[in-house]
C-alpha cells in the first residue's frame, strides 16, 4: 500500500536545522524523515499512545537501582569496570 505525503514548510531556527542535518546523517535518512518521526511521535504522545517521558525516566532510575544492588552484591570487583564501560558508552551514544 503506497502512502500518500503532502509538502509542508516549517520555519526553524538554524540549531535545530543543524542538529536534524547531524542526527539525519548519523542515521543515514533524509532531513524530511527524521522531522516527519518527530511529528508522528509528538503526535503519538498527544493522542496518548506514546511513551511518557516521565514515566521512562522512572522506570530507568528503578532499573539502574537495582542494576547497582546486584552490581555490589554478586559482583563488587567489576563495579567500577561495568561503571566505566556504562560512561564511555553514554558518551559514543549520546554525547555524555
Do not use: C, W
Amino acid at each position: 500500500m503506497h502512502q500518500q505525503f503532502f509538502r509542508q514548510s516549517v520555519s526553524l531556527p538554524k540549531f535545530v536545522v543543524d542538529d536534524l542535518d547531524s542526527l539525519s546523517s548519523t542515521l543515514g535518512v533524509s532531513r524530511s524523515e527524521v522531522v516527519r518521526l518527530a511529528v508522528i511521535q509528538y503526535l503519538e504522545f498527544h493522542a496518548g499512545r506514546g511513551a511518557n517521558p516521565n514515566r521512562l525516566a522512572e522506570l530507568a532510575e528503578f532499573n539502574q537501582l537495582v542494576l547497582d544492588q546486584i552490581l555490589k552484591r554478586d559482583f563488587a570487583d567489576l563495579r567500577e569496570q561495568v561503571l566505566d564501560a556504562v560512561d564511555k558508552r553514554l558518551g559514543k551514544f549520546h554525547g555524555r
